[in-house]
């Protein structure tokens, strides 16, 4: 398979787009575990964790830097880095070894999980077709190594879009696992989440603007070349 393939190109995209999504669903995941770790006898329902405090103080800690480490891995894939694929595969087992680990625990003290079980799977997923990538024939053409950054900026931009619409509705999709007595803790930080999911999504729309002035002058470029 050729790197510059229009089925290579699409899984390069399928591969950046998912990975950015579970970085940014992770360090969301760890941001949304503070109010267990740090105020679990607030709620009759964490009140089970305060024996293990710690314990949930180091989930939020490995959640939030096992995120920025997704999203700065989506951030390589982009841009072709030679260590890119490596990293993505590094924080996507750690996101599953602690993420795992997470679940078993909560199951263990208070019954159920929710949500850390959306997060780890979302990155089992993703592991799993990233594990996909390197069988020989696909990984000839999918090798992120290999590829520009130029064709890689649409999968970005999709990636940040997709990122700015999960921060922007993470208040509802979370609320049935973050109400306690009619308040949906999921909410706030309202005005974070609103504010960066729309920077993200101008950040995405931006680089598709980018890109297509870039196509526009290369094809304008080519033109005028073939009429000389």
């Avoid at 360090?27 to 089970?48: D, H």
């Avoid at 993470?170 to 049935?176: D, E, G, L, R």
Wanted: glycine share 10%; charged share 10%.
């Amino acid at each position: 398979m050729s790197p510059n393939s229009f089925f290579a190109k699409f899984l390069r995209f399928i591969g950046i787009v998912l990975m950015g999504l579970t970085g940014g669903f992770t360090l969301l995941g760890g941001i949304g575990t503070t109010c267990a770790a740090l105020f679990p006898t607030r709620y009759e329902s964490m009140a089970a964790l305060a024996s293990f405090q710690w314990l949930y103080i180091l989930f939020v800690i490995t959640g939030i830097a096992i995120g920025v480490w997704g999203i700065w891995a989506t951030i390589k894939l982009v841009r072709g880095a030679s260590d890119s694929y490596k990293m993505s595969i590094q924080a996507l087992i750690a996101g599953v070894l602690v993420g795992g680990y997470h679940i078993y625990m909560s199951r263990m003290l208070r019954g159920k999980s929710m949500p850390v079980d959306a997060v780890v799977y979302v990155t089992i997923l993703t592991l799993a077709i990233f594990l996909l990538f390197r069988l020989p024939y696909i990984w000839q053409g999918v090798n992120f190594s290999k590829s520009s950054t130029r064709s890689n900026l649409p999968a970005g931009g999709a990636a940040a879009i997709a990122l700015g619409i999960l921060t922007l509705t993470i208040q509802y999709t979370m609320a049935s696992t973050h109400t306690w007595g009619s308040v949906n803790y999921a909410d706030v930080l309202n005005t974070s989440m609103t504010g960066s999911g729309v920077g993200l999504l101008l950040f995405g729309a931006g680089i598709f603007v980018s890109v297509s002035r870039v196509w526009e002058t290369t094809c304008s470029s080519q033109v005028q070349e073939r009429s000389a």
